[in-house]
């Protein structure tokens, strides 16, 4: 069984920062993509950003320049930087990971839990 766990959500104001952690946990063989997603009030869930195994990142237009994406593969752990953030990313935010539990099987796609942020004006 693999657990994706979010942390690092809150509330902020807008020009802020906040920092978003995501564990991986549990029979893990490898983990090849993974990335962060939100679902807005009222919108669909959308790409927030994404990092390969190799380190390759891919962001949304609306955050570039102001969120970062990493990870540290020994620790299954993805992060989101957040910086100047704006009322309209406010959102719940999930972690995503593409993830195979042993040699040789398929890459299944598993979520976290969620995170709220909420960034007033």
């Known amino acids: 069984q693999v657990q994706l766990v979010e942390s690092g959500g809150g509330l902020v104001q807008a020009g802020g920062s906040l920092r978003l952690s995501c564990a991986a946990s549990g029979s893990i063989f490898s983990i090849n993509a993974m990335g962060w997603y939100r679902q807005g009030p009222g919108k669909q869930r959308e790409l927030v950003a994404t990092i390969t195994s190799g380190g390759r990142t891919n962001y949304a237009d609306s955050v570039k320049g102001r969120f970062t994406i990493s990870r540290d593969t020994d620790k299954n752990t993805v992060y989101l930087q957040m910086n100047s953030l704006k009322p309209d990313d406010t959102a719940v935010y999930y972690c995503?990971?593409?993830?195979?539990?042993?040699?040789?099987?398929?890459?299944?796609?598993?979520w976290g839990q969620g995170t709220q942020v909420t960034v007033s004006s």
């Open positions: 995503n990971g593409e993830i195979s539990q042993r040699s040789g099987s398929f890459l299944y796609s598993y």
